[in-house]
């Protein structure tokens, strides 16, 4: 993440270290087995070894970065990727670009898992885990997750992305706002058949969050925090000029 010594960005990072140990403590009733059963064809005695190499808190991508794209799919089951998650799911918050797998899969996991189904501390821990890390996404920009890949992983085990968005305030902090300029210029792409829709596949298979994030998108008070962050918020022309651009592609889908 982003460096800042703001009273946000401190905060969100201290939340963040929270929730990552929340996972630990509450994961740690999930052993390391004797063995994780995998696909004599997809994983070698050599990818295994990896996963006793080191204390679960000291394995790195190297180590996880094959598990975790085949967890629970073809390597393992519920308890096994219960065991490695909180360590999957810090290394994706400590640099999103470490583990050279998308967090829309790792997110996508835990339906996979019917984490629904889970104790209810495994799922509040969670939950506090992903309020945490898309709090601390939004206060870093740049970012090495963008707001857009941490809100569709969410969204991969979230069906209500309302405590969410409730959190993207453009109109009260430049680090949000220029995320916002981001999303609304790279993301939303016009269907002259559907209007306005959020595209790429991990959106689609989602629709229900995807149509409540175009809501928000399209709410009216969306227009007001833009238009706020731009005269309120720019420090210099670059920002102003983006910021302006994120009002009109705002405009175009409003």
């Not at 999957?88 to 918050?93: A, C, R």
Request: glycine share 4%.
């Amino acid at each position: 993440m982003s460096v800042s010594s703001s009273p946000a960005t401190g905060k969100s990072d201290s939340a963040l270290k929270s929730a990552i140990e929340g996972l630990y403590q509450t994961f740690s009733r999930y052993p390391l087995p004797p063995h994780v059963d995998g696909c004599p064809h997809c994983v070698s005695d050599k990818d295994h070894a990896l996963l006793y190499s080191r204390d679960l808190r000291d394995l790195g991508p190297d180590e996880l970065k094959r598990y975790a794209f085949k967890a629970m799919t073809t390597w393992g089951d519920e308890n096994d990727f219960r065991h490695f998650l909180p360590r999957i799911f810090e290394l994706v918050s400590v640099d999103g670009e470490s583990l050279p797998i998308d967090p829309e899969i790792l997110f996508k996991k835990l339906a996979y898992g019917h984490w629904d189904t889970w104790p209810p501390d495994e799922r509040q821990a969670i939950t506090s885990f992903s309020e945490a890390l898309w709090s601390n996404v939004l206060d870093h920009f740049p970012c090495e997750i963008s707001a857009e890949d941490c809100l569709c992983a969410i969204a991969q085990a979230a069906d209500d992305m309302t405590r969410y968005l409730d959190r993207w305030r453009i109109g009260q902090s430049l680090a949000h706002a220029k995320h916002f300029a981001e999303f609304v210029e790279h993301d939303p792409r016009w269907s002259h058949r559907h209007g306005w829709e959020l595209s790429g596949n991990f959106w689609e298979g989602r629709p229900a969050p995807a149509k409540q994030v175009v809501a928000w998108l399209r709410d009216p008070i969306r227009k007001t925090e833009s238009e706020r962050a731009f005269f309120d918020l720019a420090p210099d022309k670059e920002d102003a000029d983006l910021l302006s651009k994120a009002a009109d592609n705002l405009a175009r889908i409003s």
